[in-house]
């Protein structure tokens, strides 16, 4: 499997990320040589293995479903690059 | 004064609690050291009157008999880890203002147990490079030097800053993370030792994520006696990390002096690769004879599935990092270029926040993932991790420990390996299968190249039996009686 330009620009707008014309095709030649080189993978025989979930054996913790943590407006807003009063900002979405 | 130059965290504790030295005299010294080597730039935030503050507060402790185990010890702490009022940027720009307004748990408790904080260290940017040269703050340039050259050199990456500040002796210890070598191959390269603990050994709570399956904290210091004292303050099970094991932790720093006797050691021969550096294969020739001298019994031991673990490593950690950093959408916090439209900012934000390393793999973990590809990708790599997890299992049915080199190559030159990704990739070769297990991996200084650059061997073990490798790992240590140091150059 190969990526072209037009591979790039449509995964760039699923990652959000601006990626200029020019730099397409280069990114596209990266790409192609990581992935390449990951092709190894499919001399393996893997039919009958199951696919890795969790990388420790435990069961996952459970909490209370209570609320634990609030009241933090403040320190939630402090590192906004265009806070109004305690309201994220962002270019209008509706007209 | 104590000899910065030769000075141990733990010699240095032993120090502040029999009052020998104070730990405001030690961190002034540190300070000190700190701002005569901006010229490594391996602290991107110097923390003076923090760690000034934080060592008065220590000095009281110890006064009053109460010190915790980390109690006046300067370190230093990865720019991953966010530390409540102190500007934490995981080496972006995407985060270049970004203040915390909150610890992270293994700082926390790091600070608890006492330690001081000098300052924030530098780092590939959101831990991804083995080299620390794609931090939005420039490399770090390794204290080290080949004899009688002025190349500057990589301290190794991702938790570059760390290395470079362990070894040049800024602070007695540091924290790292290891995703797929972060903590061993800077520890190898920079002569430090190094170690990443089992997965959920430590909380990953407030450390900001690359891999979260993979990604683990720990410690980077002189000694393994130092990492097994740092180790200890860092772990524990932690309620706000799901992932985090709820299991006691021991006391590692009593497993030091047990020696190896009747243990046995497995070599996997499938680390034995072609065109390996003839040092490395010395070296690792070196550290089994080590482990024999000292009554271990040296088996071979197979891990067939060695060759895929990296390709593997390259699907699964760009496409959890894909989704780690879908956060970073210039909204809530970091940098913000304004849009014609909200998707507009997202997409000028985020490329104008993240460099080419972080883009390339945001674009190939968003590709592994997206609709058709997940099966042949993703699937795959994660079956395949399960194949590298089981041949981990079936050779700790033979063997206590396995014992590798760390890294295969020495460190090397800023910019020779910055063209070609793949063979930037390969300097984890060793320590990322590690990771795909989730097993605990150290690496130990064990000698010195015909240029005078440090190598290391790495142990592994199974998991949660960190116990064992600080064991085995002052073994190595005490045989190895690793001495070189680098020159002061940058003073």
């Not at chain 2, 860092?234 to 006691?248: Q, V």
């Not at chain 2, 006391?251 to 003839?278: C, N, T, W």
């Not at chain 2, 080199?405 to 090397?412: L, Y």
Request: aromatic share 6%; glycine share 10%.
């Amino acid at each position: 499997m190969s990526v072209d330009e037009k591979t790039v620009r449509k995964v760039a707008k699923l990652a959000r990320l601006a990626v200029p014309e020019e730099r397409l095709a280069p990114m596209a030649g990266e790409l192609n040589k990581i992935l390449a080189w990951v092709e190894q993978l499919g001399e393996l025989d893997i039919k009958n293995v199951e696919p890795m979930t969790s990388v420790a054996k435990m069961r996952l913790m459970r909490r209370a479903d209570v609320v634990n943590d609030g009241n933090i407006a403040d320190d939630l807003m402090k590192n906004a690059p265009n806070a109004i009063d305690n309201y994220f900002t962002v270019p209008k979405v509706v007209e | 004064m104590s000899d910065l130059a030769t000075l141990t965290l733990a010699g240095a504790r032993d120090a502040l609690r029999r009052k020998k030295i104070s730990s405001r005299e030690l961190t002034t010294s540190f300070i000190k050291e700190v701002e005569g080597a901006r010229g490594l730039n391996a602290f991107v935030t110097e923390t003076p009157e923090l760690a000034l503050d934080m060592a008065t507060r220590a000095d009281a402790r110890l006064s009053r008999g109460e010190a915790g185990i980390l109690e006046g010890v300067p370190l230093g702490i990865k720019d991953l880890f966010c530390t409540k009022g102190v500007k934490t940027t995981a080496g972006s720009k995407i985060l270049g203002n970004f203040v915390p307004t909150y610890e992270s748990t293994v700082t926390r408790q790091m600070f608890d147990a006492g330690a001081v904080m000098l300052g924030k260290l530098n780092m590939d940017e959101f831990a991804m490079g083995s080299s620390n040269e794609t931090s939005a703050w420039g490399p770090v340039i390794s204290p080290w030097r080949r004899k009688g050259s002025n190349t500057p050199l990589v301290p190794g990456g991702s938790s570059g800053g760390s290395a470079a500040a362990v070894s040049a002796r800024l602070c007695l210890g540091a924290t790292g993370t290891d995703t797929g070598g972060s903590i061993r191959q800077p520890a190898a390269v920079a002569g430090i030792t190094g170690i990443k603990p089992t997965y959920g050994r430590c909380s990953r709570w407030g450390i900001v994520a690359f891999a979260s399956s993979l990604d683990q904290a720990g410690p980077m210091a002189h000694t393994v006696r130092d990492c097994a004292i740092m180790l200890q303050a860092m772990s524990g099970h932690d309620p706000k990390d799901s992932t985090s094991a709820p299991i006691a932790v021991p006391d590692f720093e009593a497993a030091i002096g047990k020696g190896v006797k009747g243990m046995r050691v497995g070599i996997p021969k499938e680390y034995r690769l072609d065109g390996m550096p003839s040092e490395i294969e010395a070296l690792w020739a070196q550290g089994i004879a080590w482990m024999k001298d000292a009554g271990a019994e040296v088996i071979d031991v197979s891990l067939p599935h060695t060759k895929y673990a990296l390709p593997a490593y390259y699907i699964v950690a760009p496409a959890e990092a894909s989704s780690n950093l879908a956060r970073y959408d210039g909204v809530r916090y970091g940098l913000r270029v304004n849009g014609d439209d909200v998707i507009d900012l997202y997409e000028k934000s985020r490329a104008a926040g993240f460099g080419r390393e972080v883009q390339r793999r945001i674009l190939i973990g968003t590709y592994v993932l997206s609709a058709g590809y997940y099966d042949a990708y993703y699937l795959r790599a994660q079956k395949i991790r399960t194949l590298i997890a089981r041949d981990f299992e079936q050779a700790f049915e033979k063997c206590d420990m396995l014992l590798t080199p760390t890294s295969p190559s020495p460190a090397f030159g800023i910019g020779e390996k910055t063209d070609d990704p793949i063979s930037m990739y390969l300097n984890d070769v060793f320590t990322v299968t590690v990771n795909l297990a989730g097993l605990p991996g150290i690496s130990v200084p064990a000698g010195v190249n015909n240029e005078g650059l440090p190598l290391g061997l790495q142990l592994i073990g199974r998991a949660f039996d960190e116990a064992t490798l600080f064991r085995a790992g002052q073994v190595i240590e005490d045989a190895a009686a690793f001495k070189a140091r680098p020159d002061s150059w940058w003073k």
